[in-house]
């Protein structure tokens, strides 16, 4: 066994009150490596870059987090390869007294393994993992006169490749978009134009395995979207990232194929008194076709939703949670296991605040909460076996839960707890086993209407339903040897409320499914 570590840590950046800050320092860590006795080779870098110096006088920004790249490549004709690659970006430089934040800093990591032997059944491995730094905060308590705003999130770039002439290969590529930075500023102050939250930084990751051999190959991309930050006083939050990722995930061999590939919108920032950010969506498409058997794993899942506020002369509604698609078209000759799944992101919350808490903006701050995300109309999922192998197919839809509303003293009215996002599916999953056995799965589930909270006696505003589900399938046997299918359909919970006065609650999703089964011959 050779196993070789290596890190590289860039420096801090100094921060200043009356001048230039500091700028962060980079990181970079590279291994390459070829074993030529050793029964197993691991190699593992990792670059962690510094963060940018803070600034307390506007006239002089904050600086940005230091970039980080680590790669780690591996070969070797004698024995298993596995290799790791860890990239994180520093941390923006955070803003005083009306100076801005510095952004986050990029992130890239590359992972390659290799393994050459055309008569020894090596295992290849190589896994990278990058995630973008977050952006510096902006706080205005200290003197700040003007709008600051804080730093965007880092992106995160990841790509990671195995190859085995005979053996088995893993493939793992992460990659999580940095965080937008969050903006304070105290007391609230109606002249004082607030400060701006960071938006979400972006992700990307690619991953790709081979086994010339027809051994294993197991293959996982999984994206997150940077979530925005929080905006202070009048100040815009950031808005969360998308997420779009089209077959990132690649594998070949005449064997198993094992792919599995997930996208993840970033959360949208908090607003107090300003515009409120967008939840990123997220969408996770993979169609192919593919020689052996294939079990395949494809997820979409929607940012949540940012909480309201405003005053009662300007008030601002909780952001819905963010929009989901999945889908997957596959074909193979051997056996199929499909599951797609599209998950909305949960609906914001709203905050209503009485006036006798200090609060200076008139008597309430209110609006209504966020809605559940929805699931895209063209997120649907198909196995077909091309040679008469066994294929299962199963498709889910969750909608997001709506988000709650919060009521603190006297309380108002006219704001609402967000409804549960709604699921349709109408003949979405499909399949063709030819005359293997053919089994379908379609299952819509709607989302949790949200909960009124914490309110008074005074309060006549209403607790959220939960989202209508609808699954309905209508299949032919055809040749199949035998068909089984499932649909399912589960309306969303209603929301709750522990109001002192008879509040209504919401009512629960409705839900339909239905299934239409047409026998032509049976073996």
């Known amino acids: 066994l050779l196993n070789l570590i290596q890190t590289a840590e860039g420096g801090d950046g100094g921060s200043s009150e009356q001048g230039n800050p500091g700028q962060a320092g980079t990181a970079t860590s590279r291994l390459d490596r070829s074993a030529s006795q050793e029964a197993i080779l691991s190699l593992e870098t990792i670059a962690i870059g510094g963060d940018g110096g803070g600034s307390a006088n506007q006239s002089f920004n904050s600086q940005s987090g230091g970039v980080a790249f680590a790669e780690s490549d591996g070969s070797s004709s004698v024995g298993d390869v596995y290799t790791h690659a860890t990239a994180t ?34 295992t290849t491995s190589a896994r990278a993992d990058a995630t973008g730094g977050a ?30 002439q005979t053996g088995d290969v893993f493939v793992s590529a992460t990659a999580v978009g940095g965080k937008g930075g969050n903006a304070t500023t105290e007391p609230e102050d109606s002249t004082f134009p607030g400060s701006e939250g960071g938006e979400g930084g972006n992700a990307m ?101 940012t ?43 709203v905050l209503e605040i009485d006036g006798a808490d200090g609060t200076p903006f008139g008597v309430f701050r209110y609006g209504s909460a966020g809605a559940g995300g929805e699931i895209d109309s063209s997120t649907h999922a198909m196995g ?48 063709f086993s030819g005359t293997g056995k053919l089994r379908l799965e379609q299952v819509a589930i709607g989302g949790r209407g949200g909960d009124f909270l914490d309110a008074d006696s005074f309060s006549s505003s209403f607790a959220s339903g939960g989202g ?34 008879p509040v209504p609650r919401g009512f629960g999703g409705d839900a339909v499914s239905y299934t239409h089964l047409r026998a032509h011959e049976t073996y």
Do not use: C, Y
């Open 205 to 305: 990751a690619e991953a790709n395995g081979i086994s010339h051999g027809g051994g294993l190959v197991n293959v996982a991309v999984d994206v997150t979207g940077g979530s925005g930050g929080d905006g202070a006083n009048f100040g815009r939050a950031g808005d969360g990232w998308d997420v779009d990722l089209s077959n990132d995930a690649h594998g070949q061999t005449s064997g198993q194929l094992i792919i599995s590939q997930i996208a993840r919108g970033g959360d949208a920032g908090s607003a107090e008194l300003g515009d409120i950010g967008e939840a990123g969506n997220a969408s996770s498409r993979w169609n192919s076709f593919e020689q052996g058997d294939v079990a395949v794993f494809v997820q979409a899942i929607g940012g949540a939703g």
């Open 307 to 349: 909480n309201g506020g405003g005053t009662n002369f300007n008030p601002f509604d909780g952001r819905g949670g963010g929009r989901a698609e999945a889908e997957s078209d596959v074909t193979a000759n051997g056996n199929v296991d499909l599951v797609v799944e599209a998950i909305g992101g949960r609906g914001g919350d």
């Open 135 to 164: 952006g510096g905060a902006v706080d205005t308590s200290t003197g700040g006169t003007t709008f600051a705003r804080a730093g965007r999130g880092g992106n995160a770039d990841v790509n990671a490749s195995a190859a085995s």
């Open 89 to 122: 970006g520093g941390t923006g430089g955070a803003g005083l007294s009306s100076a801005n934040g510095g952004d986050g800093a990029s992130s890239q990591a590359f992972a390659t393994s290799f393994a050459n032997s055309s008569t020894l059944h090596q």
């Open 384 to 431: 077909q076996s091309q040679q008469n192998g066994n294929v299962n197919v199963r498709l889910v839809g969750r909608g997001g839960d709506g988000g709650h509303t919060h009521a603190v003293g006297f309380g108002g009215g006219g704001f609402d707890a967000g409804r549960g996002g709604n699921v349709s599916f109408s003949n979405k999953a499909d399949g």
């Open 468 to 501: 209508e589900a609808m699954s309905t399938l209508d299949k032919s046997s055809g040749n199949a040897r035998s068909l089984d299918v499932v649909t399912e359909a589960i309306g969303g919970d209603a929301g709750m409320t522990n109001n002192r006065n």
